[in-house]
């Protein structure tokens, strides 16, 4: 499995963007999609995640009310909504992809800057 992010860039705060991460390769052995992010001299944190039926399963405290995931399934595409940004949402934002027995697949990763 391939992940291809898109979608950062430089933002003002209160704004919005839309990520997007693209999959190809085998994809049936997949059951949760997930965005991840890591800020400079932090650890990678879980932002949001997707178990299979598109059910939001998790979304981070830090974000809740301000961040939506979601997919499309016959674009093999994985979203991550984000508005009303802050300047702590500063970050690389990575998509995830973890098949059913728990291995990981990761993206590139998509640079998000929220300026004030």
């Known amino acids: 499995v391939q992940l291809v992010e898109s979608g950062g860039g430089l933002v003002q705060a209160g704004g919005s963007l839309r990520l997007s991460c693209v999959a190809s390769g085998s994809t049936f052995s997949i059951n949760t999609m997930a965005w991840y992010r890591q800020a400079p001299g932090k650890e990678r944190e879980l932002v949001a995640s997707?178990?299979?039926?598109?059910?939001?399963?998790y979304v981070a405290d830090s974000v809740k009310g301000r961040f939506t995931i979601s997919r499309d399934n016959a674009k093999n595409t994985l979203y991550l909504q984000m508005n009303s940004l802050k300047i702590e949402d500063t970050a690389v934002y990575y998509c995830n992809f973890r098949s059913g027995d728990n291995y990981d697949y990761w993206g590139q990763g998509t640079q998000v800057t929220v300026a004030s």
């Open positions: 997707s178990r299979l039926g598109g059910i939001m399963s």
